[in-house]
């Protein structure tokens, strides 16, 4: 079957960096994306990665290994405005989101 | 502002009510989706509509009934709930609704049956 692991909840520090993995299994890969949503609000998207490797956008950046099947999401320089759910959601030969329960970041001061 | 926005944010109703979930996009956008949040789990995909034409399904209970007028306005008509089908029900749009799009997602209705 098709499925995707991320953890529940993690806690960082304002100011430090937080790494939240993602591993999936899917019938194909097409990449895989990360949400961020804030409680109460939209889903928003962060990135996009089919590619191995790393691309970063600010203080965000996202990895991906194909033949792992992983990826994480790299957080730094936190801010009390990280705090946040993180959504990973992978697609699969169909083009099907997979999508992960999420992973609650809180941050503290 | 998101671009997608969703009417009522919030919503309580008995199992016997009627009623409905609208979503609207001014982004151009030719896909139109709806999913079901619920808390620790996985986004649920229940509806894609591509141009006003229902594209995909994914078995979900004749309760919810979608309707597309036009490419911009989506509905889900609610009719004889279960308490278990409280959630947050997300409305999202898309250039296309199939590659690898992003999706632009609404904020959501809170819905509870009681």
């Known amino acids: 079957g098709q499925n995707i692991d991320q953890p529940t909840e993690m806690t960082a520090t304002e100011g430090a960096i937080v790494q939240i993995n993602c591993t999936y299994q899917?019938?194909?890969?097409?990449?895989l994306f990360w949400y961020q949503q804030h409680a109460g609000e939209a889903p928003t998207f962060l990135s996009y990665?089919?590619l191995d490797g790393l691309e970063e956008k600010g203080r965000f950046s996202s990895f991906l290994s194909r033949s792992k099947g992983y990826s994480y999401l790299l957080l730094k320089e936190l801010q009390m405005k990280d705090s946040a759910s993180y959504l990973c959601?992978?697609?699969?030969?169909?083009?099907?989101?997979?999508w992960g329960a999420g992973t609650k970041l809180i941050i503290k001061p | 502002e998101t671009g997608v926005t969703q009417t009522p944010r919030h919503l309580v109703m008995g199992m016997t009510n009627k009623k409905s979930l609208k979503c609207e996009q001014h982004?151009?956008?030719?896909?139109m989706y709806w999913y079901k949040q619920s808390a620790k789990k996985p986004l649920e995909l229940m509806f894609v509509?591509?141009?006003?034409?229902?594209?995909e399904n994914n078995s979900v209970p004749s309760r919810f009934s979608p309707e597309c007028p036009n490419s911009s306005h989506l509905f889900l008509h609610l009719h004889t709930l279960q308490p278990e089908d409280s959630a947050l029900y997300l409305c999202?749009?898309?250039?296309?609704?199939?590659?690898?799009?992003?999706?632009?997602f609404g904020a959501g209705s809170r819905l509870t049956v009681l």
């Open positions: 959601a992978a697609m699969d030969s169909n083009y099907q989101l997979i």
């Open positions: 999202a749009s898309s250039q296309e609704p199939s590659g690898a799009n992003v999706l632009t």
């Open positions: 990665n089919v």
């Open positions: 509509y591509s141009l006003e034409e229902r594209v």
């Open positions: 982004l151009g956008h030719n896909a």
């Open positions: 899917t019938s194909g890969f097409n990449g």
